[in-house]
């Protein structure tokens, strides 16, 4: 009968991907892959801020899985990629202006070679009224990746009105 509970409740784990993946982290919560295996979970289920607090455990250097392993960073990066719009605009439609911006500035400290993330950051910035950060932002991705990664996306459209509203074109 002992088994046999056990076997139940070992069976519920497996039930689905976010039941493995919140056991793994409660048995192993310094595991990177757990915690981001988690937040993949909940970026699917659109739960984006708990997705967001999984990714920065392992991204920030104060999380408790914290990590600098490059396979680590790639899995965070990619699942970056998809929650953080997502996550800034519902901030900003909930009135969390600077927990929005915050969105913005840390992917961009996370993955400072991509555009994209930029551009965003630099739009926010010049809602703001805050025109020299949102200048520095695009003179960086100025000299960011050649191809972005999202090309169906029009970043060198972005790019050419922000660049023009900035004061960079004439």
């Known amino acids: 009968v002992m088994l046999a509970l056990l076997t139940r409740e070992r069976k519920r784990v497996w039930e689905n991907g976010r039941t493995f993946w919140r056991d793994a982290v409660s048995k192993w919560p310094n595991i990177p892959v757990a915690r ?42 990619a699942g970056l990629e998809r929650l953080y719009v997502h996550l800034a605009r519902r901030r900003e439609a909930r009135g969390q202006a600077e927990a929005a911006l915050r969105v913005y500035e840390t992917v961009v400290r996370i993955m400072p070679e ?43 459209q972005d790019l050419v009105v922000l660049t023009a509203f900035l004061g960079f074109v004439e």
């Open 36 to 77: 981001v295996g988690l937040a993949s979970e909940y970026l699917d289920a659109g739960r984006f801020e708990l997705a967001w607090r999984e990714y920065m455990t392992v991204a920030l250097a104060w999380g408790r899985a914290a990590s600098t392993d490059p396979e680590h960073m790639d899995l965070v990066k």
């Open 114 to 156: 991509r555009v994209e993330p930029r551009l965003k950051l630099a739009e926010a910035y010049e809602k703001r009224g805050m025109l020299k950060l949102a200048r520095e932002q695009v003179a960086a991705a100025l000299v960011g990746e050649p191809h972005p990664v999202r090309p169906e996306r029009d970043l060198v």
